[in-house]
């Protein structure tokens, strides 16, 4: 792990022919079992980071509610700041610290609609969110570990810049299909396999109908 950013653990359920969502957006494909797997796991992680595509799909709180254990800070990659104010993550803000991460692009009214809730708002990067500085605050936010939890473009971003240490990733047992629906990983992709980021497996889990890899 590089000392400057914290430890990345990228995180998904994904359909057995790698799409994490359907192409009308349904990502329904976790187990209960494997929804409370993810929830220990979160409980063990400083923050949660998402794309913002993820919030307006699926209005996640990113909280732990399946085990007990302490709720991390949440983080969208949010380059224009328009989140909805109505989305969970704004709502429960009072309760659970949460980082809205927005470029230059942001306009003027929405971080004055985002400053209307206890929020922080970082600028990070000219027209999409930069990476590198917002994991460098992060790090010195005493972040150490984040559960990158998609979608697929932010994971790309994630990958492309060698910023992921780890893979979890669940198995589940549906074939989904479509050109559109979204893979683990979206963006441009890498043009050689040589290129491409090579993990070690670490661990290989069943959970009934399910396989868990961890590949480190
Ligand atoms: N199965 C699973 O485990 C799982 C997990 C998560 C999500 N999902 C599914 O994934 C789908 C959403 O994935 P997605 O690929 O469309 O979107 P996404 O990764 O959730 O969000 C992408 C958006 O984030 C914003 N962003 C800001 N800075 C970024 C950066 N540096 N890199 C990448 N994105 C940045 C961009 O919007 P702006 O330009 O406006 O900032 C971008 O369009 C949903 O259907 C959701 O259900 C499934």
Do not use: C
Not at 27 to 33: D, E, G, N
Request: no cysteine; aromatic share 4%; proline share 4%.
């Amino acid at each position: 792990m590089a000392s400057f950013r914290p430890h990345v653990i990228l995180s998904a359920a994904i359909s057995l022919d790698g799409k994490i969502a359907t192409r009308t957006g349904d990502s329904a494909l976790s187990s209960k079992m494997d929804i409370k797997r993810v929830h220990k796991l979160r409980s063990r992680v400083d923050a949660i980071l998402v794309g913002k595509n993820t919030v307006l799909q699926d209005d996640p709180m990113l909280t732990v509610r399946h085990v007990r254990g302490k709720n991390p800070v949440r983080v969208v990659l949010d380059s224009m700041g328009q989140i909805p104010t109505g989305s969970k993550i704004i709502q429960t803000s009072y309760d659970i610290p949460t980082i809205i991460a927005v470029s230059k692009k942001a306009s003027r009214k929405n971080l004055a609609r985002l400053g209307r809730f206890p929020v922080d708002v970082i600028i990070s990067g000219k027209n999409k969110v930069e990476l590198k500085p917002l994991l460098q605050f992060l790090h010195q936010a005493k972040i150490r570990t984040i559960l990158l939890e998609g979608g697929g473009t932010t994971n790309w971003d994630f990958v492309n810049q060698g910023l992921v240490d780890e893979v979890i990733v669940t198995i589940t047992p549906y074939l989904v299909g479509g050109q559109t629906a979204k893979t683990l990983v979206e963006g441009e992709g890498f043009s050689k396999i040589s290129k491409s980021l090579r993990l070690k497996l670490h661990k290989i889990r069943r959970q009934n109908n399910e396989v868990i890899l961890h590949y480190i």
